[in-house]
């Protein structure tokens, strides 16, 4: 099995609003990093947050972590019709082993 | 981009036959990885490499070996290709250290009839 999920699965809002992904994953991690993907796309790198770290922002993007929990949550706030992507959470083992969640489908409707 | 080319993008292969797919990087990354993406399960590990010659089982290794004879090129095989195969293959390079960024390249979208 996956060694993260996310939720929701999809995630429709209006341009403007809030949006918030969560990540649950299973082993300890070095650190955690979300990616963005558009249709038929490789992903992009947004964020990473280490392991003693409990929040992280950049932009419009606020990550937490909490290591207690094994979850993250991405936030994007003031959404544009541009953030419609897929969201994916990626955790960091020993080795640099790097294991993705199940992603995220974001729609930011005009 | 980073520096990394997958060959070929596309490709058709018939059920039985060898197939495979190539990741080459200019970044001189330690790591290498190769992932397949299928809907409703995102990005699955299949193998990774930490070093030339050094490579480890992901999630989903059965019916896939990898080789990395040189730090530039790291290479998929499907032993012997099954229709459960069909699917979207993407390469990913990362630096030394432990907090680094993974750079992934355009995908191969392999089919097997």
């Known amino acids: 099995s996956q060694q993260g999920e996310e939720d929701p699965q999809a995630l429709s809002i209006q341009e403007g609003e809030n949006a918030t992904m969560n990540c649950s994953y299973k082993?300890?991690?070095?650190?955690l990093q979300w990616y963005r993907q558009n249709s038929g796309r490789g992903l992009v790198h947004l964020i990473l947050?280490?392991?003693?770290?409990r929040e992280k922002h950049s932009g419009r993007l606020r990550v937490t972590l909490d290591t207690s929990k094994k979850s993250s949550s991405l936030l994007i706030t003031a959404s544009r019709a541009a953030d419609t992507a897929s969201y994916f959470c990626?955790?960091?083992?020993?080795?640099?082993?790097?294991?993705f969640g199940t992603g995220t489908k974001l729609q930011v409707i005009p | 981009d980073a520096g990394i080319t997958q060959s070929p993008r596309h490709k058709v292969t018939e059920t039985g036959t060898p197939v495979t797919l190539r990741c080459h990087q200019t970044?001189?990354?330690?790591?290498m990885y190769w992932y397949r993406q299928d809907p409703g399960h995102g990005l699955r590990l299949i193998h990774y490499?930490?070093?030339?010659?050094?490579?480890d089982k992901g999630e989903v290794s059965d019916g896939y070996s990898v080789s990395r004879s040189k730090t530039e090129d790291f290479l998929l095989t499907l032993e012997s290709a099954t229709s459960s195969q069909t699917s979207v293959y993407f390469c990913?390079?990362?630096?030394?250290?432990?907090?680094?960024?993974?750079?992934f390249g355009q995908g191969t979208r392999l089919t097997v009839v």
């Open positions: 990913a390079i990362s630096g030394q250290g432990v907090h680094t960024e993974a750079f």
């Open positions: 082993t300890s991690i070095n650190n």
């Open positions: 947050i280490r392991s003693n770290e």
């Open positions: 990626a955790t960091v083992g020993g080795y640099q082993k790097v294991t």
């Open positions: 970044e001189n990354h330690r790591y």
């Open positions: 490499s930490y070093g030339v010659k050094d490579t």
